[in-house]
């Protein structure tokens, strides 16, 4: 499994960012996958994710109305779309092929993109 994370950086509150993740080395249709975040000092926080089953995204309370989560399981990559970012949201990012369910933290992970909110 390998999990390339990119368009992390840094903008003020408010703004957008697009995150990207490219899989391979697996079939990457038949697995649900993940985004899951830790800001510095935190454990990890599960974010958003998609189900290989139905494709539908599901959210996290704190990110609901603002990410989006996208997957091309043509091109083996899944999205993320983050807008109106709070301060809250600086965290490094990391895409997931999770393990047990489309909301675990538990699986295999990238190297992960930083995302900084400044206020």
């Known amino acids: 499994v390998k999990l390339v994370e990119s368009g992390g950086g840094e903008v003020q509150a408010g703004g957008s960012l697009k995150l990207s993740c490219a899989a391979s080395?697996?079939?990457?249709?038949?697995?649900?996958m993940s985004w899951v975040r830790q800001a510095p000092g935190k454990g990890l926080e599960w974010v958003a994710g998609?189900?290989?089953?139905?494709?539908?995204?599901v959210y996290a309370d704190s990110v609901q109305g603002r990410f989006t989560m996208s997957r091309d399981n043509a091109k083996n990559t899944v999205d993320l779309q983050l807008n109106n970012l709070k301060a809250e949201d600086t965290a490094r990012y990391y895409c997931?092929?999770?393990?047990?369910?489309?909301?675990?933290?538990?699986?295999?992970r990238g190297q992960g993109t930083q995302v900084t909110v400044s206020s």
């Open positions: 998609i189900s290989a089953r139905d494709n539908m995204p």
């Open positions: 997931m092929q999770p393990v047990g369910s489309v909301s675990s933290t538990l699986g295999a």
């Open positions: 080395g697996f079939r990457f249709s038949e697995y649900d």
